[in-house]
């Protein structure tokens, strides 16, 4: 299920979904629809979607692309936040009976596209596993921009699901590309926000993913004179970054 909250910061946003949904933080994913800062004329606020449950990044996976990763992260690839516990490095072997068919699917999953590797686990939190790929063929399983990687997250959420942890978020990764790709993305962020400054204009992103617009959305959210919204429809949105006073 969707939904969407505003409140006057980021955290008061996820705090009214928390409460009006009756869940924890660590329930739902959320997505940054729009931040607009504090003026001389109008108030700041934040506006956020949440997503609950597998089964909706599988409809709007199925709908745009894929993720839960993607935005085949997801759609949320919004990130989740949570309050829980940190996430448990070490123990590449699966720990029990959820982690061992995890396993065997994604080893299953690249052997039968002809791109073997080996599967192990990368971390553990209370409601997030991550996979880890290492494979010969890497480039080719991480695709354009992390489309195929993404897909394959999709896959492994929905398994995740038809497993009966529907609670839990499967990220999947090779050669550390979630992490690059994120420090890309910021040093985007801040060279595009330059850019606006100075030509005192708006510059729309390309297409992405859920997470990869959140991280815009946050890296951006404390330059005073910079603001950011998310437009289009579907799984794959774009970020529009503009001069404040031009919206």
């Known amino acids: 299920m969707e939904y969407e909250f505003e409140g006057r910061t980021e955290k008061e946003a996820i705090d009214n979904a928390?409460?009006?949904?009756?869940?924890?933080?660590?329930?739902?994913?959320?997505?940054?629809l729009e931040t607009q800062k504090n003026g001389l004329f109008k108030k700041g606020f934040v506006r956020i979607r949440v997503h609950t449950g597998n089964t909706t990044f599988q409809k709007n996976a199925f709908h745009g692309n894929a993720f839960h990763g993607n935005e085949a992260s997801s759609e949320p690839e919004a990130r989740q936040k949570s309050g829980g516990a940190k996430a448990i490095f070490g123990e590449p072997v699966p720990q029990n009976e959820f982690e061992e068919k995890m396993s065997?699917?994604?080893?299953?999953?690249?052997?039968?596209?002809?791109?073997?590797?080996?599967?192990?686990?990368?971390?553990?939190?209370?409601?997030?596993?991550?996979?880890?790929?290492?494979?010969?063929?890497?480039?080719?399983?991480?695709?354009?921009?992390?489309?195929?990687?993404?897909?394959?997250?999709?896959?492994?959420?929905?398994?995740?699901?038809r497993l009966g942890r529907e609670d839990m978020r499967v990220i999947l990764d090779t050669e550390n590309y979630r992490i690059r790709r994120e420090e890309s993305l910021v040093r985007l962020a801040y060279s595009v926000a330059e850019k606006v400054r100075e030509s005192r204009d708006s510059i729309l992103l390309e297409p992405m993913n859920p997470f990869d617009r959140w991280l815009i959305h946050t890296t951006l959210n404390d330059i005073n004179d910079v603001e950011t919204k998310s437009e289009g429809e579907g799984l794959y949105k774009q970020v529009r970054v503009f001069y404040r006073g031009l919206k």
């Open 104 to 161: 065997e699917f994604t080893t299953g999953i690249i052997e039968r596209m002809g791109y073997p590797g080996k599967v192990t686990i990368l971390f553990r939190e209370k409601h997030k596993i991550g996979i880890k790929i290492d494979s010969e063929h890497s480039s080719i399983l991480i695709g354009k921009k992390g489309k195929n990687l993404d897909a394959l997250q999709l896959l492994l959420n929905i398994y995740a699901g």
């Open 18 to 32: 928390a409460k009006e949904l009756g869940l924890e933080k660590d329930d739902f994913d959320v997505e940054i």
